[in-house]
């Protein structure tokens, strides 16, 4: 560690009171000038759904690779940990390759059909 413990009370004595994190702190629960919550990532996700049942095995296959794409990048840059429920990214990118692999299979699968 390369901060010192004067500095590490110094930072920790600046931060939030434990009472701040019970019933908050005897104040109002929110700020008036807090912003209601934007569901956006739902909204998100219901459009990529609709474009999954669209477009099918394709839509999977395209969001897989694009999303490993980014997670590889992301992954030579030094990015360890994500935000995404897996966490560990040799997971997030191992998830992204199965979905392509699926994807991809299930456009096989497609094509066969309608050749059939």
Avoid at 39 to 49: E, G, K
Wanted: hydrophobic share 50%.
């Amino acid at each position: 560690m390369s901060e010192t413990p004067e500095a590490a009370a110094s930072r920790i004595a600046q931060g939030r009171r434990p009472s701040d994190f019970i019933n908050g702190g005897g104040q109002s629960p929110e700020p008036a000038d807090a912003k209601p919550f934007d569901p956006l990532r739902l909204c998100i996700f219901a459009t990529i759904s609709l474009l999954g049942w669209v477009f099918g095995p394709l839509a999977v296959v395209v969001f897989a690779g694009v999303g490993f794409a980014g997670y590889w990048k992301a992954r030579q840059a030094g990015l360890t940990r994500s935000r995404c429920y897996l966490r560990d990214t040799r997971l997030v990118l191992g998830y992204l390759f199965l979905l392509a692999a699926a994807g991809a299979w299930g456009l096989v699968l497609l094509v066969q059909r309608w050749l059939a």
